[in-house]
């Protein structure tokens, strides 16, 4: 397995993270535990805002907190100086709540309702990513009866199929987000926008997809973004200050994946803009990104705990974990791949290939087929990497499975900043109609009895 940032083995021989031996977390903590390397995020942040500084451009970067959205890590982003990109009251709820500034967050979503846009017009946000024309003159509306001036862009789809899994490419025509440029309903949407009083146009956002490993689709939609700008100017008059480039940018799962640098993806965007834009307004537009797995993906670790072993001799070892789709259900959604090692030997040398299943009851609950792994055993620790983006946030409690904790770990200290979750926190919005509880009173009893015999 790649040891991405602070990860090492130690001399115990141990998969050490942020300076802690995980034998130790799974000890304190339990397991499945997902684990987030501080310093790794931090530092795609910063490698991020630095490389912007470069290129000379005015620039937000929002943290796609899609990717991974708690309050620990709203807040790490706020500090590390970056904008927050929200796509449902929820996302938003977790960062208010964390203190993320109001003014630094953008509402995205292809169906936002009026409660959510009353929600985020309450918080004065700082931007309105409008998807939609029905979402147009909703905003309009409330904001009109509000009296409140709203800042927004229009997102279009600017027509570029980028190199990646169907479900993750959202650039192209066919798609349910956005106005599309080519068929002339984005500029449509532009005309109205301006007109529309209580809205302030900033510009337009374009997000072509997400795990991209080449710059050419993103030099491709700021050349169309800019024709298009240089179509809106010369026929309506009217000059975007911002432009929105989305995130999207790959990370490395396993030794196939081959992630540029991302100083190299920002100076592509920043040379591509200064290009395409010259020109075209007295100043260059202000350019904003939205990453969320170049930020954190990395950055998070998955531990296990190996349970049962099936060996079908010739054929395959399933070895099963105490987790599955339920934290990670990218397998399954994507046919995503992963690396693992066994964290409690890290030193053993690899003896067989097995694959790695999780406990729910699907047998397309798989996380990796076909590993390479010491031969393992029942109480081995494994570590999955590159668990960081889209895992807690997507992960479900399917087969009524409790959620994981999420821990923080930086120089030697692991800090909590999900709890597990627990059998109370799974039925806690279950509600039995009373016509329902007539026998529980018998249950009990019958639950009270076999207990007693049982024991
Ligand atoms: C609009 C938008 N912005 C940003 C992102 C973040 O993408 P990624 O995590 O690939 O950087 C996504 C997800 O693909 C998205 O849909
Ligand atoms: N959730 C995805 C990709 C879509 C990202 C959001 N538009 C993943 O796990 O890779």
């Not at 990453?291 to 072993?309: C, E, F, H, K, Q």
Request: charged share 20%.
């Amino acid at each position: 397995m790649y040891l991405h940032g602070s990860s090492k083995i130690n001399s115990n021989g141990h998969l050490e993270i942020g300076g802690c031996d995980t034998m130790l977390l799974k000890e304190r903590f339990g397991t499945p535990l997902y684990i987030v390397d501080e310093q790794l995020v931090r530092r795609r942040c910063r490698e991020f805002i630095e490389a912007f500084h470069e290129t000379g451009l005015k620039f937000q970067v929002a943290y796609a907190s899609k990717a991974f959205c708690v309050m620990a890590m709203c807040a790490l982003a706020a500090e590390e100086g970056m904008s927050l990109d929200v796509v449902s009251s929820g996302e938003l709820f977790t960062a208010l709540q964390a203190g993320f500034p109001a003014e630094r967050i953008h509402f995205h979503g292809n169906n936002k309702t009026p409660e959510e846009i009353e929600m985020a017009l309450d918080a004065q946000i700082g931007c309105f990513v409008v998807d939609s024309e029905m979402e147009l003159h909703l905003l309009q509306a409330l904001a009109y009866e509000r009296k409140q001036q709203v800042n927004i862009l229009l997102r279009v789809t600017p027509g570029v199929e980028a190199h990646t899994h169907e479900y993750m490419a959202t650039g192209q025509e066919d798609s349910k987000f956005g106005f599309d440029i080519a068929n002339g309903t984005a500029r449509q949407a532009i005309e109205q926008a301006i007109r529309l009083d209580h809205l302030n146009l900033l510009g337009v956002h374009s997000h072509i997809g997400s795990q991209i490993f080449e710059v050419n689709g993103f030099q491709m939609a700021a050349e169309r973004v800019a024709a298009f700008s240089r179509e809106i100017k010369e026929q309506l008059h009217f000059s975007f200050k911002v432009i929105n480039l989305g995130g999207g940018f790959g990370i490395r799962y396993t030794e196939e994946d081959t992630p540029l640098k991302i100083s190299t993806y920002v100076q592509a965007i920043g040379d591509a803009v200064k290009t395409y834009f010259s020109g075209l307004y007295d100043e260059l537009p202000e350019i904003w990104i939205e990453p969320g797995r170049s930020i954190v993906g990395d950055a998070g670790t998955t531990l296990y705990t190996v349970g049962s072993i099936k060996d079908i001799p010739q054929v395959r070892k399933y070895v099963s974990v105490d987790g599955g789709m339920t934290d990670n259900p990218r397998p399954a959604l994507y046919q995503a791949k992963y690396e693992a090692m066994l964290a409690n030997r890290a030193l053993d040398a690899s003896e067989e290939t097995v694959s790695i299943a999780g406990k729910c009851c699907e047998s397309g609950d798989m996380l990796i087929w076909d590993v390479e792994l010491p031969r393992p055993n029942t109480g081995d620790l494994l570590a999955v990497a590159s668990t960081g983006a889209y895992n807690y946030s997507m992960a479900s409690n399917y087969n009524r499975i409790c959620r994981p904790a999420v821990v923080f770990v930086n120089n030697g200290e692991a800090e909590l900043v999900v709890r597990r979750e627990t059998y109370m926190d799974i039925v806690r919005n279950d509600v039995v109609p009373q016509r329902l509880l007539r026998d529980q009173a018998d249950s009990a009893v019958h639950l009270n009895a076999k207990i007693t015999v049982s024991s």
